[in-house]
């Protein structure tokens, strides 16, 4: 079974009781054809789109090029990131959403009784657009006060673009060469934090490659719209299952200023991602 699901499985009954359908991830995304929803169908007579715009340079980096993702590099994504400054939350079909989230931000919202239900703790959601053998395409919207906890992409490269909201992204770089670096506890790894920013709509693409910012958490510090391609996509089987980290103090263990001490956790019992039906336009 794909770890996510495995995750999620083992998180809440939430998860449990829900259809397999309603859990999604890059590793668990297969919607079925009832969720199209006419804007969708809709979506389907254009013959091209940025969202296809998206998956054809994702392709070109992903799928044509013969060099391993772990060897990619800035200038190896450049198309993909131009692809992805292309897209808005109007081609996604999460307008809505997003003008929603910002009447709320704003505090235009506070009288209606969703306003209210801040208590309730609503879950990430995933919405799956397209996968292949060689990379995978999707959007996860996180509440406001939620997170992805701290977690990895082992051996993959992973541009994103924020599509609405302010998301706080803390990455981190192992660091084997930081004085007593080897002495870690087990099951915990040495890093540096390399980031600890918050990114908006305005910032435009990012990467994070196998070697850089490859341990990351976003934080929602508003409710937020992140649009994924990972390539390759997580695969146990290849070695790139997602671990969840925990940060222990690092304080006195003589590893050097700067240093974090990550240690593998099962990711938190509330951490659950729900699927949802994508609307937006589709990939030729
Ligand atoms: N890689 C994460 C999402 S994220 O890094 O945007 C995941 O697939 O769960």
């Known amino acids: 079974m794909r770890s996510f699901l495995k995750a999620a499985l083992r998180t809440n009954t939430l998860s449990r009781t829900r259809p397999a359908q309603t859990l999604a ?7 079925d054809s009832v969720n199209w929803t006419r804007s969708h169908v809709r979506a389907m007579s254009a013959s091209t789109s ?3 715009g998206v998956v054809e340079a994702a392709r070109g980096v992903f799928s044509r090029r013969l060099l391993p993702s772990e060897h990619l590099t800035e200038k190896d994504v450049q198309e993909l990131l ?3 400054g292309k897209i808005t939350v109007n081609e996604v079909g999460l307008a809505k959403n997003a003008e929603e989230e910002r009447a709320k931000a704003a505090g235009l919202l506070s009288g209606l009784p969703f306003a209210r239900q801040k208590d309730r703790r609503p879950p990430v959601t995933y919405y799956h657009i397209y996968e292949c ?3 995978t395409v999707g959007i996860f919207c996180i509440p406001e006060g939620r997170d992805i906890p701290t977690h990895d992409h082992p051996g993959m490269t992973v541009c994103s673009k924020v599509l609405y909201g302010r998301v706080r992204v803390e990455s981190y770089d192992e660091a084997p060469d930081l004085a007593g670096a080897a002495g870690a506890p087990p099951g915990a790894i040495v890093a540096r934090k390399v980031r600890d920013d918050v990114v908006t709509e305005g910032s435009g693409p990012q990467t994070l490659f196998s070697e850089s910012g490859n341990i990351h958490r976003f934080s929602a510090v508003e409710s937020c719209a992140i649009l994924d391609v990972l390539g390759p996509p997580y ?5 790139r299952e997602i671990a969840y980290y925990e940060e222990d103090e690092a304080e006195g263990l003589g590893l050097g200023e700067g240093a974090s001490v990550l240690r593998k956790v099962l990711p938190p019992d509330d951490f659950v991602v729900e699927g949802r039906p994508y609307t937006g336009e589709r990939v030729a």
């Not at 991830?25 to 919607?31: D, G």
């Not at 695969?235 to 070695?239: A, K, N």
Request: proline residues 10%; charged residues 25%.
């Open 25 to 31: 991830s890059p590793r668990n995304r297969s919607f």
């Open 50 to 52: 940025a969202v296809s």
């Open 82 to 84: 131009k692809s992805l």
């Open 133 to 135: 053998p060689d990379f």
């Open 235 to 239: 695969d146990s089987s290849q070695g």
